[in-house]
């Protein structure tokens, strides 16, 4: 008996203990749902927003030293939903009839530059061991026990207990009040709502205001955890806090809390239980050391994977929603040959000359960041691969190159391998974990395989990373993950220059695989599924086999570039290179520029490698005016621009799904086709129905 | 007359509500067979078991005496079974031709891998000519190359014909292929439709509520009400019967 | 519609024009000898058609200065701490000290580019540093040292904030502000720290997540064992070596677990938010009297920022603590120089410090052989470097490879040393005799023996 009384206190006990953790996933989780029944949108930003509100009072209480008071009335109650509404009516507004992949885009690039932005513009910086206060005074220090079994602090029981508040609060707003039966009639269908005279944009913004609001509050609620504010803790907690809102549908407020509650406490409770067991069980240690720290991407993979409400989505069913002109559609590029002829000869040009100087002139330097432009450029084929031709979203191209990398340093370093063997092999390894990973999440929408894929990644770092097998193991501690250059036959690459011509060939060979793909069996067949896949289905197409092929290439490619990237480096570097954080950048700028072409990919790979140096640093300006005192004073801009430069352009994403670069092409395209169609119609034999032009959508 | 299509006692229940009901319907060799009966019957619901798009509770579909009860749909289409849809669901990035190709090369499962990445995948001489072939058939020739965008709802209905054309279907079911067309474009769809069967051969199941086209175009009709096959029979008897005006109008007697 | 056709045009074209001119200058920005980073003072004429060479030939060697140039983190430091700016003062201080007395035969030292490697791009700009080929010697203090690799093989004399091992180890031009030390070799610290702490029962921690991290937890168990005897029988009776980085979900669990096994004093191999974190969950559940082993956290602002979180507890320090005597090492001439500048006396840049001391002996040593190879074969014959008694003897004839657990001799110091303070009243104070603030062993074994209060000049 005395024994069922330990462990029973020992279960009471970790749930209490889970509890404060269990809070803050509750409140983003909260927060998160709120947002979708709302708004429609799947925010990833919401970590951002959250953080724009801590950093802001963390700024006027423990910088500037203003009391309490004002300190949240101005970072909560004015900045949060000022934010909001600057994002309602700047950029959501104009994306209701965007599909929700392409909102999901959208948030993904908001969630990177909004902290940088916030970050700038008030000379933001964290300090070590700071820690942020909370909302009431002496939240950290004032204890209390109401079980006699664990503390929790002031500021514990305050998050706890808004949480607990806001939850019953936003289902009375939602059950009983006007303004909340009409926010989600709006989400359903505005035109509906505005027939019955609701103004459906002001609804928009007011529920924009108060998501962004909660966030604001959660935010400040959440920070004093954090001993130091750093704005990618609060990424993390949204990835967690997805697992708890999925656990209710995302449409849940009560599951959204339970589940979150219930994740602090599942983490509690194995890390009470499980260190004990393998004491005594020695084959429960390898689970000790990686379940803890993965508790909420299994859980959410998990129940991405078995809640079945959440497979394929139906299509809300909004009966006015074939009153406005349905969202732009990329029609079939009928392109003038010759057009494309004399375009590629330009580009080829204009490559050549890019070649032959580089290859004279440049310094190690310029060839490290050339080399990495082109590797990274066999990595965002990968991203061609996915999003561009299979039409997946897939946020985890970090972890597959990461295969590749650290498939090079294991096999060398243990087995003395050839490089390039290995890289092979490695990149056979990524493709099957890709296929492995598409299927238990074939049935799965958009918005759902790009979380789920979020989740591996998250895993990847968590668990994956540190196993023997991987970056881990005694190796990497003695010598670090080195990994050499490779030699083939008489080609020693430890030559930059020989290197990047390597690696410039297989950016083209695999370029050419890309585009022989896309006119091929398989790039047609992604072509029908991407517009109808029941369409596709209908004529013997079969989606889970599509998607597993997509992933299983997508993975071979990405991990084939982690190999050269960690042979440029001569090492894996797997934090600064291949991180979640890392990979979900990458997807926003190829989307932004273009993942539909190899083009695209290129552009993209040069923007990260190159846009830093060249611009923010000035070096264009030194080489313009033959002198680096003459670059000008206000250079070098922050590097953060460049993530609030191509965050910020993620948002065209949504009106642009083919990319900036694909936009302009198709553009000249049908422009040139409207010439030939005018001339045509001068034409008297002919007689043809007025070509319509395509439309254009006002800017606003 | 051997059977083509074969769904025998197909049941159905969501969450309680019964969908369908033992419903069995035998579509012949060649035959054009409709399928009606007033909203919230459960044509959709019916039709959709049939293809596969639902799993059904019990009862079984056979294809030309091949039980595909459990097999996907895109199985089920690579046997045979070819569809329309209410709402067009073509790709809008292809071409009209394009949309051919594709079920063509997916019909022929000729498509490697390693084939597109040597770039051997391209459209073959012989697919283009069997894909001109069937525009040819549906008038669609002059259209090979426009984007789906430009095209009337009729033409994209063709298209959609087209396509399931290509994939040498033993039973092509129609899904209210009038939906948002005039009696005129009716009338020719109705009418290519006739002449595209007299030459391949294939059955056809149409549901729609035309009534119009379904006496014009078929020969052999079902109704379903309440999740029920109520009458089946010639086309005009049936359209004629007491027991379907009742089912479309109800029971009151006109005022005189 | 048709009017908006121009803007993509010529968007197009531009960028291919832009395209163009960027490469065409890149080729001739190589023929041109200015640098392309972002210089700052010091960058005297050039007299050749490439690089700086001047009178000893050597780069970034003029006829009166010798330029260095630093890398380091200063944007996106997750941990928030002052590196690249602490480091550079500690640098620019000791230069201005050697500077006053005249330089190193009539040069003076000058800092000539402090570069922020933004945290990811320590290769790259060491690649840049190298290709401008104007530092004579770089400095690198660092959280991801991925350009050691490169300024060790363009035999560029390097000197580092020295607690990457892996990178540093066998490197014969990479001089950290300690040689190479091996992370899971027993530890005479720890079983002093706990001996002086009079604690019994021990708990180690560590982050799975890091291999570093998980073996330091263990080699903790590993050495109390070893050297249970000399600690009157502590034991480590609790050991966790995969806490989740970040602690998201706090550490209640572990702190309950060390608190029924009776744990009296943690090691814990952890950042200093972690110790943060594990000392406010202590305070929680009623372990105020724990000691900490802290073996990254002395910062004072930090510990004074904390109250009494850590109170009591021992903070190991890997030089000279600014608490101990000055006696006649130059930590009088630290003090003095940066506090004539006005800068903090901080970690980073006592290292920074150490590092300038060791570039300067280096070019003494070398005399009229100053080249880049002849500084860092000059460094690496002194046997008994102190870096003017800040830190313990070094001998980098042999202590640029980490000794191993079987073989402590050849690579072992001569003398292993540890020094530390403790945490009063939010204010660091030195552990054990001030005019001797270190407790050192013989290095060429790992047996026990009772350290020896030591101080180096």
New interface residues.
């Given amino acids: 008996m005395v024994m069922a009384a330990g462990i029973g206190t020992d279960i009471f006990r970790a749930f209490l203990q889970g509890a404060p953790p269990g809070g803050v996933y509750a409140l983003i989780a909260l927060g998160f749902v709120l947002t979708y029944k709302t708004s429609g949108v799947f925010n990833l930003a919401f970590g951002a927003q959250a953080y724009v509100s801590a950093a802001m009072y963390f700024k006027c209480r423990t910088v500037w030293g203003w009391p309490i008071l004002p300190s949240f009335i101005v970072s909560v109650l004015i900045l949060a939903p000022a934010l909001g509404l600057l994002l309602e009516r700047l950029i959501f507004r104009y994306l209701r009839t965007a599909s929700a992949v392409a909102k999901l885009v959208v948030t993904i690039g908001l969630s990177v530059a909004i902290p940088n932005l916030f970050d700038i513009i008030l000379n933001f910086k964290a300090i070590a061991g700071r820690t942020p206060e909370g909302i009431v005074s002496n939240g950290a220090n004032v204890f209390y026990d109401p079980f006699g079994v664990y503390q929790f602090s002031r500021n514990e029981l305050v998050t706890m207990g808004i949480a607990v508040v806001a939850t019953l609060g936003l289902l009375a707003l939602f059950r009983f009040s006007a303004i909340g039966l009409q926010m989600r009639a709006v989400v359903e269908s505005p035109r509906m709502t505005e027939l019955n005279g609701v103004a459906a944009d002001r609804v928009s913004a007011f529920a924009w205001g108060l998501s962004s609001l909660f966030a604001g509050l959660a935010g400040v609620l959440i920070a004093p955890r954090f001993n130091t504010l750093a704005a990618a803790d609060f990424f993390y907690l949204v990835v967690v806090a997805i697992a708890a809102a999925a656990i209710g549908r995302l449409v849940s407020l009560p599951w959204a809390l339970v589940g979150g509650l219930g994740l602090g406490v599942l983490t509690a409770l194995i890390n009470t239980f499980l260190p004990r067991w393998s004491d005594s069980q020695t084959w429960l240690k390898p689970l000790q050391d990686n379940l803890a720290p993965a508790v909420p991407f299994v859980v959410l993979f998990i129940t991405l994977v078995f809640v079945p409400s959440l497979r394929r989505a139906k299509e809300q069913g909004d009966p006015l929603s074939d009153v406005d002109p349905p969202a732009r559609t990329l029609g079939a590029v009928v392109r003038d040959r010759r057009a494309t002829v004399i375009t590629s000869l330009i580009g080829f040009g204009v490559l050549a000359v890019i070649a032959l100087v580089v290859f004279t002139r440049a310094d190690q330097r310029w060839l490290f960041l050339i080399t990495q432009a082109a590797v990274l450029g066999t990595i965002f084929l990968s991203i061609t691969l996915i999003t561009g031709l299979a039409g997946q979203i897939s946020l985890c191209q970090g972890a597959f190159a990461a295969i590749g990398a650290f498939t090079v340093f294991q096999m060398v370093s243990r087995w003395g391998t050839s490089v390039i063997v290995a890289a092979l092999a490695g990149a056979v390894i990524a493709a099957v974990v890709g296929a492995v990973l598409s299927l238990p999440i074939r049935k799965l929408g958009g918005v759902w395989t790009a979380i789920a894929t979020l989740a591996f990644a998250y895993f990847f770092d968590a668990v994956i990373v540190k196993l023997p097998f991987a970056g881990g193991g005694q190796a990497s501690l003695i010598t670090g993950t080195n990994v050499p250059r490779p030699v083939i036959g008489p080609f020693d690459f430890k030559d930059d220059r020989a290197f990047l011509v390597l690696c410039v060939i297989v950016f083209a060979v695999i370029g050419v695989l890309v585009v022989q793909l896309r006119a091929g069996t398989f790039g047609r067949m992604w072509v029908a599924s991407r517009g109808s896949e029941v369409g596709a289905e209908s004529i013997g197409i079969s989606p889970a086999k599509l998607r597993l092929v997509a992933f299983a290439l997508s993975a071979f490619v990405a991990a084939l570039g982690g190999a050269l990237m960690a042979m440029l480096q001569k090492n894996v570097n797997y934090g600064t290179n291949f991180s979640p954080f890392v990979a979900l950048f990458w997807v926003v700028l190829v989307v932004t520029l273009s993942s539909r072409t190899v083009q695209g990919a290129a552009m993209a790979a040069a923007s990260f490698s190159l846009f830093d140096a060249i611009l923010l640093k000035g070096a264009i300006f030194a080489w313009l005016f033959r002198g680096a005192d003459r670059i000008p004073g206000f250079l070098p801009i922050s590097p953060k621009w460049v993530f609030v430069l191509f965050g910020l352009g993620a948002v065209q994403y949504a009106r642009h799904p083919e990319g900036i670069l694909e936009y302009s092409k198709r553009r000249q395209a049908a422009r040139a086709l409207e010439r030939r169609e005018r001339k045509l119609a001068k034409e008297p034999a002919v007689i043809e129905a007025p070509a319509p032009t395509p439309t254009e959508e006002p800017v606003p | 007359m051997s059977s083509v299509l074969k769904v025998t006692e197909a049941k159905k229940k969501f969450a309680g509500i019964v969908a369908l009901e033992d419903v069995s319907i035998d579509i012949g060799q060649g035959e054009r067979v409709g399928l009606i009966g007033p909203n919230g019957a459960g044509k959709t619901t019916f039709f959709n078991c049939m293809l596969g798009v639902l799993r059904m509770d019990g009862g079984t579909v056979e294809l030309e005496g091949r039980d595909v009860t459990r097999l996907p749909v895109y199985e089920r289409a690579r046997l045979g079974i070819g569809r329309t849809f209410q709402r067009i669901e073509l790709f809008p990035e292809s071409s009209v031709r394009d949309h051919l190709l594709v079920a063509e090369r997916v019909r022929r499962r000729t498509g490697r891998l390693w084939k597109d990445l040597l770039g051997l995948g391209r459209p073959t001489a012989e697919e283009l000519q069997r894909a001109d072939e069937v525009l040819e058939l549906l008038g669609l020739s002059h259209l090979g190359d426009q984007p789906i965008e430009r095209l009337s709802l009729g033409q994209c209905r063709l298209v959609e014909v087209g396509r399931a054309l290509m994939t040498e279907p033993k039973v092509l079911l129609l899904d209210e292929p009038s939906s948002g067309l005039d009696r005129a474009e009716t009338a020719a769809l109705a009418l290519t439709l006739k002449e595209v069967q007299a030459e391949q051969g294939f059955s056809i199941l149409l549901v729609d509520h035309d009534v119009e086209l379904v006496a014009d175009f078929t020969t052999r009709s079902y109704v379903l009400d309440f999740g029920r096959m109520i009458l089946e029979g010639p086309t005009r008897d049936v359209l004629a019967s007491p027991e379907v005006r009742a089912a479309y109008l109800g029971n009151l007697e006109p005022t005189p | 519609?048709?009017t908006?056709?121009r803007p993509?045009?010529r968007?197009?074209h531009l960028l291919?024009l832009?395209?163009?001119?960027?490469?065409?200058?890149?080729?001739?920005?190589?023929?041109?000898s200015?640098?392309?980073?972002?210089?700052s003072s010091g960058?005297s004429a050039s007299s050749g058609s490439s690089g700086e060479k001047a009178a000893s030939g050597a780069p970034g060697v003029t006829d009166s200065e010798i330029k260095y140039a630093a890398i380091g983190t200063n944007?996106n430091?997750?941990?928030?701490?002052c590196v690249l700016d602490c480091y550079a003062q500690g640098i620019k201080s000791y230069f201005d000290w050697r500077n006053s007395e005249g330089g190193v035969d009539g040069r003076k030292l000058v800092l000539s580019q402090t570069i922020d490697d933004?945290?990811?791009k320590n290769?790259?700009k060491a690649?840049?540093v190298?290709?401008?080929n104007d530092a004579f010697g770089v400095f690198n203090a660092t959280q991801?040292p991925?350009g050691w690799?490169?300024l060790a093989s363009a035999g560029i004399p390097t000197y580092v904030w020295g607690i990457h091992m892996?990178?540093a180890?066998g490197k014969p031009q990479i001089f950290g502000h300690n040689a190479p030390v091996c992370?899971?070799c027993p530890s005479r610290a720890s079983a002093l720290v706990v001996k002086q702490a009079g604690a019994k029962k021990i708990g180690a921690l560590g982050y799975?997540?890091?291999?570093?991290s998980?073996?330091c937890a263990n080699s903790v168990k590993t050495s109390l064992d070893k050297y249970s005897d000399a600690t009157g029988g502590a034991e480590v009776v609790y050991t966790?070596?995969?806490l989740?980085?970040?602690l998201?979900?706090?550490i209640?669990?572990?702190v309950?677990?060390m608190k029924d096994a009776g744990v009296e004093m943690v090691l814990a191999c952890i950042d200093?938010?972690g110790m943060?974190?594990l000392a406010?969950e202590l305070q929680?559940?009623g372990m105020d009297d724990v000691v900490l082993y802290h073996p990254n956290t002395y910062?004072q602002?930090?510990v004074a920022?904390?109250?009494d979180l850590f109170q009591g507890d021992y903070v190991g320090v890997q030089f000279r603590p600014f608490e101990a005597d000055a006696g006649d090492s130059s930590l009088a001439q630290y003090k003095e120089w940066m506090g004539k500048n006005g800068y903090p006396l901080t970690e980073l840049a006592m290292v920074g410090w150490i590092n300038a001391d060791e570039a300067y002996t280096g070019v003494k040593a070398a005399g009229s052989n100053l080249t880049r190879q002849g500084v860092i074969d000059a460094t690496n014959q002194l046997t008994d470097y102190t870096a003017g008694g800040l830190i313990p003897s070094t001998d980098w004839t042999r202590q640029h490879t980490?000794q191993t657990q079987d073989d402590p001799a050849t690579h072992g110091a001569k003398q292993a040393c540890t020094s530390m303070v403790k945490v009063q009243d939010g204010k660091f104070e030195m552990v054990g005799d001030p005019s001797k603030p270190w407790y050192c062993w013989p290095g060429q074994t790992f047996d026990w023996s009772e350290p020896v209060p030591t101080n180096f000049e």
């Fill in positions: 519609m048709s908006t056709t993509s045009f968007l197009r291919a832009l395209a163009i001119v960027a490469m065409v200058g890149v080729g001739c920005s190589n023929s041109d200015s640098s392309t980073q972002s210089g960058t944007s430091n997750p941990l928030g701490t933004e945290l990811s290769q790259e690649l840049q190298i290709s401008s991801v991925s690799a490169d892996p990178e180890s992370g899971t799975g997540v890091s291999q570093n998980k073996d966790n070596d995969s989740a980085f970040g998201t979900n706090g209640g669990p572990e309950t677990a200093l938010n943060k974190t406010q929680r559940q910062n602002d930090f920022a904390a109250g980490i």
